[in-house]
T-cell receptor, first 117, second 120 residues
């Protein structure tokens, strides 16, 4: 089973509108972290926001917020007041475990967001 | 610039040739990761180092791939006898080692700009 699922290959949003990018995850580890990265056409992965599995509140970072629904295993990214510069690929990722072991991120397949003027 | 740097940014090679990429992590980061990203997909983990020790290798890392981090600073990724299927973006990331007393956020990974490999 895929650990990170992003079901929206592409999304369009009007400038200044809000948009939600979906992400569901699968893990049996009680301790994990969920990340969202932005990848513009230049290729560099830019960290946007993080949610820990034990966090009680949804994470927010400026115009980005994470709608974390633990029981549903979803971690959707909400971008408010979209800007043209938000057009990019967006990846949801997870890191599992608190103890020893791999610390690498597992990524979803991404959602391409296009902001229209 | 104190971010993660990768060289070269682009590499075009013929099938069967060897290539080597370099990654310079953020100076105080002791963990270094290599990922591969093919077109239209998210990055996939290849291997990671803590200091100079290579602690895990993905099954994606075939015998033709080797990675080193000899002094615990920069790292190299070599691909021998390249194949067309090796064409991808190779991303490097670095982080501080995880502290189990700290939230996982503490171990945020910072990515470099990547090396795009094209095998003809």
């Amino acid at each position: 089973a895929q650990k990170i699922t992003q079901t929206q290959p592409g999304m369009f949003v009007q400038e200044k509108e809000a948009v939600t990018l979906d992400c569901t995850y699968d893990t049996s580890d009680p301790s994990y972290g969920l990340f969202w990265y932005k990848q513009p056409s230049s290729g560099e992965m830019i960290f946007l926001i993080y949610q820990g599995s034990y966090d009680q509140q949804n994470a927010t970072e400026g115009r980005y917020s994470l709608n974390f629904q633990k029981a549903r295993k979803s971690a959707n990214l909400v971008i408010s007041a979209s800007q043209l510069g938000d057009s990019a690929m967006y990846f949801c990722a997870m890191r599992e475990g608190q103890g020893a072991g791999r610390r690498a991120l597992t990524f979803g397949s991404g959602t391409r967001l296009q902001v229209q003027p | 610039d104190t971010g993660v740097s990768q060289n070269p940014r682009h590499k075009i090679t013929k099938r069967g040739q060897n290539v080597t990429f370099r990654c310079d992590p953020i100076s105080e980061h002791n963990r270094l990761y290599w990922y591969r990203q093919t077109l239209g997909q998210g990055p996939e983990f290849l291997t990671y180092f803590q200091n100079e020790a290579q602690l895990e290798k993905s099954r994606l890392l075939s015998d033709r791939f080797s990675a080193e981090r000899p002094k615990g600073s920069f790292s190299t990724l070599e691909i021998q006898r390249t194949e067309q299927g090796d064409s991808a973006m190779y991303l490097c990331a670095s982080s501080l080692a995880h502290n189990p007393d700290r939230d996982l956020r503490f171990n945020e990974q910072f990515f470099g700009p990547g090396t795009r490999l094209t095998v003809l």
